[in-house]
């Protein structure tokens, strides 16, 4: 089991995501905004971050940047419907900015289980074959 | 110093009119295309749930029927999230067209 945290304005969709994980085992938590995911990310310190870029409040972008100043390895999952007010691909930025992994909404349960689990594994993978010390949440997660 | 011709006169006017013209043209292609992006942004927001719940309610139900009568709710989302795309990139061409003179008058036309 991973812990998993969720930044998505839209509560149709953290609910939608929180519960595919779920289904798969994980602990899910999840924010509304950027300024809260990231406060999140601070007290939980998950496994992995997933976020919206688009959002009314501190987007997911400021997040993306906030998070990886606290941390270079957590892994971050940036996901969009597509950008609305300038012909900008928001995943391409997300990816400059440090997302590892990017996916295009709307999605589904299968899409989104499989890049998750690909995520987790490889973190797994390159945590054991770098020697950095994993906590063992961390190691079962693979 | 002589006296500017009428010629010029038309042509000074002429072209104060299309300076105005086409930042117009571009604000109108502009907003058109915000409007689909921003619509098109809304609808995949809105697919996401249907597509999510549909998979786990498919992979949990037991009656054939319904397992397959929510099959094609799922295939509908997809084809929703198909058409999404489709306007998208519909979208991106428009943009790409209406940056530019519609004729080929200033030298600058679409590229054939």
Not at chain 1, 13 to 21: D, E, F, H, P, T
Not at chain 2, 96 to 106: D, F, I, Q, R
Request: proline letters at 5%; hydrophobic letters at 45%.
């Amino acid at each position: 089991m991973s812990s998993i945290l969720i930044i998505d304005d839209d509560a149709a969709i953290r609910s939608a995501i929180q519960r595919v994980l779920e289904s798969d085992g994980h602990a899910v938590s999840s924010a509304c905004d950027g300024e809260r995911g990231v406060a999140a990310y601070r007290t939980i310190r998950p496994d992995l971050v997933i976020t919206d870029i688009i959002m009314p409040e501190n987007e997911g972008l400021w997040a993306i940047l906030q998070i990886r100043r606290d941390d270079t390895t957590v892994p971050i999952l940036a996901m969009s419907g597509g950008g609305n007010f300038i012909k900008t691909d928001v995943l391409r930025t997300a990816r400059q900015l440090g997302a590892d992994w990017t996916i295009a909404k709307p999605f589904g349960a299968r899409e989104l289980l499989d890049m998750v689990r690909a995520i987790l594994s490889r973190r797994v993978t390159a945590g054991e074959a770098s020697g950095r010390p994993m906590d063992e949440g961390r190691l079962a997660a693979g | 110093m002589f006296p500017p011709s009428p010629g010029a006169a038309m042509f000074q006017h002429e072209t104060k009119d299309q300076a105005v013209a086409a930042p117009e043209a571009v604000t109108i292609a502009g907003d058109r295309r915000v409007c689909v992006r921003s619509i098109a942004h809304e609808l995949n927001n809105l697919l996401l749930p249907i597509l999510t719940f549909g998979s786990l309610l498919a992979d949990s139900l037991q009656e054939e029927q319904a397992k397959h009568d929510l099959s094609i709710m799922v295939a509908s989302a997809r084809k929703a999230r198909e058409l999404v795309k489709a306007l998208l990139d519909e979208s991106d061409w428009f943009e790409g067209s209406a940056a530019l003179p519609a004729t080929g008058k200033h030298g600058v036309g679409h590229p054939r």
